[in-house]
C-alpha cells in the first residue's frame, strides 16, 4: 500500500454555491451551517476526513463576493483568501446553473493559486441538460488548468467519492495531523453558536440574519446531557422584537430546532436557553468584530 497522504484542502467560490454542503457531504457531518441565503458561512471552518489512505483537512471558508464593503464583508473576503496561503491544494466551487461576475473573480484568484486545482461544478441535480456542463469545462479548464473536473450534487452526496479520490490523489504523503476520531478543529461551543445562528437565518427575512451574530455563553455536561445558553446579538433594537417574535414564537422555533440539530451533532441531548441583546452597529465597529471572534 501506498504511503498515508496529509494536506489541507481549501473550498473557495462566490457564496450560496454549496461549499458547505459538500464540506458536510466530504466529512459525513453537519459541521458548517447550510442555508438557502448568500453570506451563510462567515468563520473558516476546517472538517477533517480519516481514511486508511490518509487525512484531509478540508477548509470551508465565506463566500467572496463583493457587495457592501462594511467591515464584517472585509474580513470574510479576506478569511477566503487567507486560506487559499494555507493550503495544499484548492477547489473552485461554482454553481453549475449559474456562472457570475463573482465567480470570474474567484477563478482570477484560484488560477493563481500555486498547488493542484480542482473545478466543482456543483447542482449538477437542476440541470435539465447535463451537455453545458461539456461547454463550461472546456471554457473554464484552460484558465484554471485544474487537475480534475467535477461534476456533483452535493446536497445528494453525488460525486464526493470521486473527489475525495481526487484529493487524496493530489495530496502530498504525510502523517495525519489530527486525531482520527476528530471531525473539526472548531471547539463544540463555536459548533453550537453556529446552530442558533443557522435557524436564525432560516427563520428570519431580508437584512436582520446578516446583522446578528451568536455567542455560546454557557456550555457544560452534567447529568447525561449538554446544558448550553446562548446569547443572539442583534445590531439594532428594533431587530430584537423580530427575533423574539410574537409570543416569543420565533425563538421557540429557533431554540426547538437548533436544538434537535447540537443532540443529533453531539450525541446526546441538550437543554437549550438562548437570549437575545442589542450592540448597535457590531458589524461595521473593528473592536466588537475582535470580540465577537471574527478575527481570521
Ligand atoms: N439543488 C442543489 N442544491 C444544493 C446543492 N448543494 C447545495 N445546495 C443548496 O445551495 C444552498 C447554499 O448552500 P451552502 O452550502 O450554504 O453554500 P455556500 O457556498 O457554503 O454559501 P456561503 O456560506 O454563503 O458562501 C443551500 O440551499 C443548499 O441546500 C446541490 O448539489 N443541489
Ligand atoms: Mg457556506
Known amino acids: 500500500m501506498s504511503e498515508p497522504r496529509f494536506g489541507h484542502v481549501a473550498l473557495v467560490g462566490r457564496p450560496n454555491v454549496g461549499k458547505s454542503t459538500l464540506l458536510n457531504a466530504l466529512v459525513g457531518e453537519h459541521l458548517a451551517i447550510v442555508t438557502h441565503k448568500p453570506q451563510t458561512t462567515r468563520n473558516r471552518l476546517v472538517g477533517v476526513v480519516t481514511e486508511a489512505r490518509g487525512q484531509i483537512a478540508l477548509v470551508d471558508t465565506p463566500g467572496m463576493h463583493q457587495r457592501r464593503p462594511h467591515?464584517?464583508?472585509?474580513?470574510?473576503?479576506?478569511?477566503?483568501?487567507?486560506?487559499?496561503?494555507?493550503?495544499?491544494?484548492?477547489?473552485?466551487?461554482?454553481?453549475a446553473t449559474r456562472w457570475t461576475d463573482e465567480d470570474e473573480q474567484v477563478l482570477e484568484r484560484v488560477a493563481g493559486f500555486p498547488g493542484p486545482r480542482l473545478l466543482v461544478l456543483n447542482k449538477i441535480d437542476l440541470l435539465d441538460d447535463r451537455s453545458s456542463l461539456l461547454e463550461w469545462t472546456a471554457q473554464l479548464s484552460p484558465r484554471l488548468n485544474p487537475q480534475a473536473v467535477l461534476y456533483l450534487a452535493a446536497c445528494r452526496a453525488e460525486g464526493v467519492a470521486e473527489l475525495l479520490d481526487e484529493l487524496f490523489a493530489c495530496l502530498p504523503a504525510g502523517p495525519p495531523a489530527y486525531p482520527a476520531d476528530e471531525f473539526t478543529d472548531r471547539p463544540a461551543r463555536f459548533l453550537a453558536a453556529e446552530l442558533v445562528r443557522e435557524q436564525l437565518m432560516l427563520q428570519l427575512h431580508q437584512e436582520i440574519p446578516y446583522g446578528l451574530t451568536v455567542q455560546v455563553e454557557r456550555y457544560e455536561a452534567r447529568a447525561g446531557r449538554l446544558w448550553i445558553a446562548a446569547l443572539i446579538v442583534v445590531a439594532e433594537d428594533r431587530h430584537k422584537g423580530m427575533v423574539?417574535?410574537?409570543?416569543g414564537q420565533v425563538l421557540k422555533r429557533v431554540g426547538s430546532r437548533a436544538r434537535r440539530a447540537m443532540a443529533e451533532l453531539f450525541g446526546q441531548p441538550v437543554h437549550l436557553d438562548l437570549h437575545v441583546r442589542t450592540r448597535a452597529g457590531w458589524v461595521d465597529d473593528e473592536r466588537a468584530l475582535d470580540e465577537l471572534g471574527f478575527s481570521d
Open 244 to 247: 423574539i417574535g410574537r409570543q
Open 71 to 95: 467591515g464584517l464583508n472585509r474580513r470574510l473576503n479576506r478569511s477566503a483568501g487567507l486560506a487559499l496561503r494555507e493550503v495544499d491544494a484548492a477547489v473552485l466551487v461554482a454553481d
